[in-house]
């Protein structure tokens, strides 16, 4: 049983590695209150396929971006494609994923299996790709979705000196300390909790959003990745070929009920709270 209907704020369900179990992943989704997804496309090649997911499942909330990861492969008309893109969208889109990454260019091993094939695209380009996206959010009026990895100064000093949406923007899976929190909130920010952080050694983060502001509070799953501990699977998924473990969108109840806990919340006053926040910056029921 689920206390209320849900929202995964961040997942990619056109990740290439939920292909061959995406019938499978639809149909344990419908047994859901799921409300709403926000779906996010990563670079040009899979803009496409998140409009098509919207079209085809009405709780999808299609969002368009370039990540950081995808920034060193980008065609030189990226710009131009993503606005196109974002024209032809259908209402309620968000911009996203978008962001800043100094641990991939500074502390990623060399052979990383997630980075395989990517040219690692460094700060000094990385930075005005972002605020360009950042003000094209703004001019807009979306809401953004932001990825972050070592780069919370950056990310912070382009936050202030540019233009936000007005609306605010997601730190998804947000990694930060307490302290950056109250400055990123107070710019307009909204943080999601990822399963992820249920696993034993992400003690620091569960710190984190125990006491973060109760109305600018989120979920999400990021499936495929970032899976929740083994204990707290209730719909597994077969892993990659490398055995690394995928993660099955359907695990959003239990990143609900996990932040619950953290909290000290009944489940039903969460489910709440995350509807009106959600409402409020995505503008979708």
Known sequence: ????????????????????????????????????????????????????LAKAHAFILPSYGLHPWNLGNASPNWRPHLQQVLDAAPPHIGLGEIGLDRWMVKSARPDDSRLAGL?????????????WQLA??????LPATVHC????????????????????????AYSGSKE?????????????????????????RREVFAHLPADRLLVETDAPAMPLPPDKVAYPLPGLADGNPLNHPANIGAVYQGLATIREMEPAALAHQVEQNFRRLFGAR
């Open 180 to 204: 950056m929190a109250r400055e990123f909130a107070a710019l307009g920010a909204y943080f999601s909790f990822n399963g992820y952080f249920l696993h034993e050694r992400q003690a620091a």
């Open 136 to 141: 094209l959010a703004a001019e807009r009026n």
């Open 149 to 172: 990895l070592d780069a919370w100064g950056p990310l912070i000093d382009s936050l202030r000196t540019g233009p936000r949406p007005e609306r605010g923007f997601l730190l998804h």
């Open 119 to 131: 040219r690692r695209a460094p700060m000094e380009e990385q930075l005005p790709a972002f605020a």
């Open 1 to 52: 049983m689920h206390p209320g209907p849900l929202y995964d704020a961040h997942n990619h369900l056109q990740d290439a590695w939920l292909t061959p179990q995406r019938d499978r992943v639809f149909a344990d989704l419908t047994t859901l209150p799921l409300r709403r997804a926000v779906v996010n496309g990563t670079c040009e090649a899979d803009w496409h396929d998140v409009t098509q």
